[in-house]
């Protein structure tokens, strides 16, 4: 009996470029915290005296932490869950150190079960601030969007329903090709936010606003929410970065990288703040925090400004993009686990990866041992060679499969079908033993 060896087994999903990691980290760190809470707290927490103790809280704790996360995916391949269950047990320690991978998933879920539900508001407030309203007041028009659950109900399930395309299509085609076109999209729409506020806003005020040092407001509860921002901002502890980095290609240098993600993430933070503030400042209007400062605040400085009826479109698209990058990243854990964890010949059959062999069957020498010919063999090159073994031979430039009868001056390949003859193995004969056949996968008749 012949085989026709096939490759071994493929490898694990890999981001496609460069820099599609960076946009992916990016886009999961880059959300609705950093545009409308970030600047926020600088402000009123210290200016740059809060900047500078949020890029410490950053250096010190969080690249450490997205570093950590994104080689512990990396090493393992795997979803958060698996991947803390296979360094805890190469470690050599239990399994349920899982359960930190769980944390991940489920606080992930949690967080998307109010944040889609803003999402869908910043969908709905695209169409309202190219035709706002101007009978009724921002505030009016806020209660009335969210006291409407058809309308709440539908503006989530539209925003859920892009989740659920994009994921749908996959890592590369879904995921890596939405943060190629969406981030550079969301960067380029903020710098015109940002040239926006220097013509039509008080730039000045709102750079001092943001970076004049204040020390005096800096207390303890400063350095707590300086460090709650830095986890929130970079996506810590929800199983995103880990996830994300199961997918990054083992030659890129993680300590850049993470770099990279941490930079643009501030970046973005501060052009948040350079965008929003001065024009705020410019119309009279307190600042303020959350979906106040966004939905009500700035809608009604659109409704003013010139060309706000496109202007506004383009802020709550920006929004949009920015809650739709980390929306998927909440969601991209779940689904790569249950994606492992569905039911796959791989699992069951492959026990040494790089070592493992598909061949197809060809002849009915061994059809006593249950190979017909057109059977796929699993061939294992990891396995000792032992007495009785079925194996893969090399012998005289032809592979064949037989089983090994190891005797004490002489090797037999023997064929388990009566109408072939055994082969003895001699010096002279060029063999070798390539594989041990694990399993034999049929098609039925």
């Known amino acids: 009996m012949n085989i026709n060896p096939s490759s071994s087994v493929s490898e694990s999903i890999s981001w496609v470029g460069k820099w599609t990691f960076v946009l992916a980290a990016a886009g999961s760190a880059v959300g609705l915290g950093n545009i409308w809470g970030f600047p926020y707290k600088a402000g009123t927490e210290g200016g740059s005296a809060f ?28 979803s958060p869950v698996n991947a803390m269950k296979i360094a805890a047990i190469d470690s050599g320690q239990s399994s349920k150190w899982q359960a930190v991978g769980w944390g991940g998933l489920v606080s992930g879920i949690l967080i998307l079960s109010f944040y889609s539900v803003i999402a869908g508001i910043c969908l709905n407030y695209i169409g309202i601030a190219a035709m706002p309203n101007t009978s009724i007041s921002s505030v009016e028009q806020f209660n009335l969007v969210t006291a409407s659950a058809p309308r709440l109900l539908f503006w989530h399930t539209v925003f859920i ?13 879904g995921i890596e090709r939405m943060v190629r076109l969406l981030m550079p999209t969301l960067f380029v729409l903020m710098i015109i936010m940002v040239i926006n506020a220097m013509i039509n806003g008080d730039f000045i005020r709102g750079l001092s606003f943001l970076f004049s040092p204040n020390f005096s407001d800096v207390d303890a509860t400063t350095f707590l929410r300086a460090m709650g921002q830095a986890f929130f ?6 199983g995103s970065i880990m996830c994300y980095g199961s997918y990054m290609p083992k030659e890129e240098n993680i300590f850049k990288t993470s770099l990279t993600v941490a930079g643009l993430d501030t970046l973005i933070a501060i052009l948040a703040g350079l965008a929003i503030f001065p024009i705020i400042f410019a119309y009279g209007m307190e600042p ?11 809608l009604s400085v659109f409704v003013d400004m010139p060309f706000g009826n496109i202007l506004g479109p383009a802020f709550f698209t920006l929004l949009s993009i920015a809650a739709l990058s980390s929306a998927i990243s909440l969601l991209e854990p779940s689904v790569a686990y249950f994606e492992e964890e569905k039911i796959s010949l791989d699992a069951f059959l492959i026990k040494n990866k790089e070592a493992t062999f598909y061949a197809k069957a060809s002849g009915n020498s061994m059809i006593n041992a249950g190979i017909n010919d057109g059977d796929i063999l699993v061939i294992d090159r990891s396995l000792p060679v032992t007495n009785n073994k079925i194996a893969i031979c090399f012998v005289d430039g032809e592979f064949t499969v037989k089983r090994i009868a190891i005797q004490e001056d002489k090797i ?6 009566p109408n072939y003859k055994p082969i003895e193995i001699s010096k002279e004969n060029e063999f070798v033993v390539w594989g041990i056949v694990t399993y034999v996968i049929k098609k039925l008749t």
Not at 233 to 238: D, F, H, I
Not at 288 to 298: R, T, Y
Request: net charge positive; proline share 5%.
């Open 51 to 78: 900047v500078l103790i949020y890029l410490g809280c950053i250096l010190v704790v969080g690249l450490p932490i997205m570093m950590a996360e994104i080689m512990i995916g990396r090493r393992a391949r795997k």
């Open 161 to 173: 329903g892009f989740n659920i395309a994009i994921l749908a299509a996959g890592v590369i085609g």
């Open 233 to 238: 901002s970079l996506s810590l502890g929800m």
């Open 288 to 298: 303020e925090a959350g979906p106040g400062l966004v939905f009500i605040s700035l």
């Open 412 to 417: 037999l390949l023997l064929p388990e079908n």
